[in-house]
């Protein structure tokens, strides 16, 4: 597996982190989600880990419809600090509990007596799997994905965030749909898993989920090519 794994990651960032693209956490933030929001806001975690709560089943317009609803209430109503978020203000989250766990965080940083950068401040030794974790008990998370993303963004440490893209992608390559083991074994083969797991997500979009398995540079590596291929002949 791990042989297979750096043959991989050698071919994906031969496709989409030639010039290092995929390396530049802050700027994938900036470019592939929050276009409207301002730049201090954007350098205060705040703001990032209410974005990554925001996630949901949707398509990329009303995703972006739901992130500028939730950010504009919190810059009116909670001036960009967790820590003003009460049990009293409504942000516009759609789910309820994205509206619970950012509340949860907010009253853990209130009790503490802490922004949300000495929070992170006093985690940063941690590996980013040990941050995901602490995180995810402050706000009572079994479904960890989100977290994921605010650490691989924002945090900037290593973790691997799995949401149906992504574990399309491992399930298509013969990879574990694990976190931790992903991490394990990208570190194993000096892979980066921060950006494999961008490059997964990028590649499913542009490639899987428009059905272009004739261009795809991976295709004689995918199980599930392989499977539909052998469908299509009547061989099973």
């Known amino acids: ?89 409504r942000l516009g989250f759609p789910f309820d509990w994205q509206r619970k766990r950012a509340q949860r965080m907010a009253g853990h940083l209130r009790t503490e007596g802490k922004s949300l950068s000495d929070f992170l401040d006093r985690l940063a030794n941690l590996p980013g799997a040990q941050i995901r974790d602490e995180i995810a008990r402050v706000i009572h998370a079994k479904e960890k994905k989100t977290i994921s993303t605010f650490i691989r963004d924002f945090v900037s440490k290593d973790v691997f965030p799995i949401d149906s893209r992504v574990g399309q992608m491992l399930s298509y390559l013969g990879l574990p749909r694990d976190e931790d083991t992903m991490i394990v074994i990208c570190r194993a083969v000096g892979a980066n898993p921060r950006v494999l797991n961008r490059m997964f997500y990028r590649h499913f979009g542009e490639y899987c989920n428009e059905d272009k398995c004739d261009k795809c540079f991976v295709v004689e590596e995918c199980y599930h090519s392989a499977l539909m291929k052998h469908l299509s002949e009547g061989a099973i």
Do not use: H
């Not at 043959?7 to 994906?12: G, M």
């Open 1 to 89: 597996m791990l042989t297979r794994l750096s043959e991989l990651y050698e071919a994906f960032s031969t496709n989409y982190n030639a010039n290092g693209e995929m390396e530049d956490d802050g700027a994938f933030i900036a470019n592939l989600i929050w276009g409207d929001i301002q730049e201090e806001d954007r350098k205060n975690p705040d703001c990032p880990f209410l974005m990554n709560i925001c996630f949901g089943p949707w398509r990329v317009e009303r995703q972006k419809r739901v992130w500028k609803k939730v950010y504009e209430y919190f810059r009116q109503k909670c001036q960009s600090d967790l820590r003003n978020l009460t049990q009293s203000i």
